[in-house]
């Protein structure tokens, strides 16, 4: 599986999808989250972030989302962590942080 960017108009490919959130990571622009105001990295992270840290409702009032938008970040969060390994991307990170 091949696995794209799709953060504003990058479509970058990865062949693992550990390297697409890397790149989301390291190579565009943290975002201030709506609802908490925290600053997270844009892409899955953000994704991730805002369905474990927020309800629904909340982002739904924030971003000003529908059902629709919600239930493709969440296809998107659940097909992401069914095929990461998302200890080596923390390891990975980490690694760059040094």
Known sequence: ????CGID????TFEDVEDAVVHQTNEHTRRECAVCGVVVP???LAIRH???EH???EYVRAY???SEEVRQREEIKDEIEAEADLQEVVERLNQAEL
């Open 1 to 4: 599986m091949t696995w794209a």
């Open 9 to 12: 108009d990058c479509g970058e």
């Open 42 to 44: 844009d892409g899955y």
């Open 50 to 52: 805002a369905f474990n």
């Open 55 to 57: 309800t629904r409702a």
């Open 64 to 66: 000003g989302a529908d």
